[in-house]
């Protein structure tokens, strides 16, 4: 993958993030994804949540920051997001 991070600086460096133990991204049909043109999700997303490997999208789910950007962004329509369960994600503090 090519990084647009100087020295390949884990962009979730400073963002604290409660992981649920279950994913709340999901594939709605994986078939769809296997002729999708660049993959998109696997750039538009800040958090790098979603990769390709053996033919599927794969989903760093406990990556996630909530932008809410993936079922926008999808051409095909086919992720089904929602926030994580209460008490768990993405923690933004002042
Ligand atoms: S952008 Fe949508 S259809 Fe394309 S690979 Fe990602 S999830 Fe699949
Ligand atoms: S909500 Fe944003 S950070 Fe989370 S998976 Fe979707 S695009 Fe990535």
Do not use: Q
């Not at 958090?47 to 053996?54: C, D, G, L, S």
């Not at 809410?68 to 993405?90: F, H, K, L, T």
Request: charged content about 25%.
């Amino acid at each position: 993958m090519t990084s647009f991070l100087k020295n390949n600086e884990n962009p979730l460096k400073y963002v604290n993030i409660i992981p649920a133990g279950k994913s709340h991204i999901h594939i709605r049909n994986k078939k769809v994804c296997l002729d999708c043109e660049n993959k998109p999700c696997t750039y538009y997303c800040p958090a790098r949540v979603f990769f390709w490997e053996v033919n599927e999208i794969k989903i760093l789910f406990e990556r996630c920051i909530e932008c809410g950007a993936c079922p926008w962004g999808c051409p095909r329509e086919n992720i089904d997001w929602v926030y994580p369960p209460g008490g768990y994600g993405v923690k933004y503090e002042v």
